[in-house]
């Protein structure tokens, strides 16, 4: 799926490379809801 990177229903790209390289070990639940979203899984899925 193509997604416009302005679009502020998605976490941004650098957001998700500093929580998979561990930069970013505590994001926001705004952020996890967005990528949670972006996966189509619940929060609940993502943080398991």
């Known amino acids: 799926m193509c997604r416009p990177e302005f679009d502020s229903r998605y976490p941004h790209q650098n957001t998700l490379i500093k929580m998979e390289s561990g930069e970013n070990q505590n994001p926001t639940l705004d952020t996890l ?15 398991k």
Do not use: N, T
């Open 33 to 47: 809801k967005k990528v949670a979203k972006a996966l189509d899984v619940s929060v609940d899925k993502l943080i």
